[in-house]
C-alpha cells in the first residue's frame, strides 16, 4: 500500500468517527478533490505538469482518480506548496472549488446535487456530503431564507485545516450553486478559525 492509503470504513456525520480526535498521520482528504485540482491545472495550465506536484505529495494520477484514496494533511500541504511553487495565482484554490462543478472528479456529489430541487436542499444536505470529500470536520447546513443558507464547519479536535482548503470550500459552495443556477452566488464568511472563530460560518445567497 502507497502513502495514499485506502478506507472503506463509516466516520460518522463528517468523516471520522464521531467525537474521535484527529491523529497527525489520519487519511482525511479524499482524492475526489486532488483530481479536482489535476483536473483544472490541466485544463487552465496545461504547461504545468501534474506528476511532479503529486509527487511532491507522495503520490500520482492512478492514486488521484481512484475514489477509494484518502490522503493526509500533511499531503495536501505538499501538494499545495508545490502548486504555489509552480503557479502564481493566489486565488487558484477557490477557483478549483468552483470548477468542481464541472469536474469529472465529482461525479458522486454530483448525482446527489441532481437529485435535489435547488442549492438549498444541497446546502441543507451538507452533514451527508461533505464526508464524500474531507473527514476532518463536521458540518451542517440551514436554510434562513427562501434563497439563503447557511453553512457550518467545525474542526474535529486535532485537525489543522489551511487558510487555503477554506478558500477551496467557499469556491465548492458556489460552485453547488451554479449546478442548479448557472449563476455564482453571494457567500458572505462571518466565521473562520483563520481569523481566531472556533467554527468556519458560510452565508450563501443565491438568485432562483
Known sequence: MS???????????????????????????NSRIAQTYVEYIDRFHPDIDVADLLEAAGTNRKEARDPAVWYTQDQVNRFHAAMSDAIDDPDIC????????????TGAVKQVALGLLSPGSFYVRMHRIMPLMARQATARGRLIGPTKAEVITTP????EEKAFQCENRIGSLEGASFIFTG???????????HRGDD??????SWKR
Open 94 to 105: 477557490r477557483k478549483a472549488g468552483r470548477f468542481a462543478s464541472q469536474a469529472r472528479a
Open 156 to 159: 474535529r479536535p486535532g485537525a
Open 3 to 29: 502513502n495514499a492509503e485506502r478506507h472503506s470504513g463509516e466516520w460518522g456525520d463528517s468523516g471520522v468517527s464521531s467525537g474521535a480526535p484527529v491523529s497527525r498521520d489520519a487519511r482525511l482528504y
Open 199 to 204: 467554527r468556519c460560518r458560510y452565508e450563501i
Open 183 to 193: 449563476r455564482w452566488p453571494e457567500i458572505e464568511h462571518p466565521e473562520c478559525i
